[in-house]
T-cell receptor, first 114, second 113 residues
């Protein structure tokens, strides 16, 4: 019963480096969402993807952040030239359809920028 | 702007005490509502959800929530908590037909044995 798998669980990067966060959705789910949780805040929507398509990236910072969900392989959230303010927990979720359904979450990746 | 408010950030209870965690949302239309729980070191798990129908929703592990439309609330309840309920609880809401849910800031519950 494989749920949403995220790796790595913890990632430490120096300022200016790149961070790559991976997410494998529940088998059969083609809808993937990324959320970010800053300290003492709730989860904030970043981006919604279906296979090979970005549906909604309205919650993603305009610069340095990108996401993809290729035909084969996991979804990737990429943060270029990380800054201290990027330190957060990044959660991936998947669902079998795109609306009116629950999302299944991964354990998250905790990114620390030093 | 749409928002979800969880009133209690930290709650400490003794075992067998009753629990009620508040959740209010700001959205005038039809909403989908959720409570998720995150046990230490684990992923968020769905406790219960409300889409339509009976406003009193039963979830897993003895939890329930009541949707009160007039109060824009979806409070989580459990009559008797256990030590194993120690976790962080998140309320989430979104308009019907959406995929973009708004989460509250979470409530950390600690149950003392």
């Amino acid at each position: 019963n494989a749920g949403v798998m995220q790796n790595p669980r913890h990632l430490v990067r120096r300022r200016g480096q790149e961070a790559r966060l991976r997410c494998s959705p529940v088998k059969g789910h083609s809808h993937v969402y990324w959320y970010r949780q800053l300290p003492e805040e709730g989860l904030k929507f970043m981006v919604y993807l279906q296979k090979e398509n970005i549906i909604d990236e309205s919650g993603m910072p305009k610069e340095r952040f990108s996401a993809e969900f290729p035909k084969e392989g996991p979804s990737i959230l990429r943060i270029q030239q990380v800054v201290r303010g990027d330190s957060a927990a990044y959660f991936c979720a998947s669902s079998p359809s795109g609306s009116d359904t629950e999302a299944f979450f991964g354990q998250g990746t905790r990114l620390t920028v030093v | 702007a749409q928002s979800v408010s969880q009133h209690n950030h930290h709650v400490i209870l003794s075992e067998a005490a009753s629990l009620e965690l508040g959740c209010n949302y700001s959205y005038g239309g039809t909403v989908n509502l959720f409570w998720y729980v995150q046990y230490p070191g684990q992923h968020l798990q769905l406790l219960l959800k409300y889409f339509s129908g009976d406003p009193l929703v039963k979830g897993i592990k003895g939890f329930e929530a009541e949707f009160i439309k007039s109060k824009f609330s979806f409070n989580l309840r459990k009559p008797s908590v256990q030590w194993s309920d120690t976790a962080e609880y998140f309320c989430a809401a979104g308009p019907r037909g959406t995929y973009k849910y708004i989460f509250g800031t979470g409530t950390r519950l600690k149950v003392l044995a």
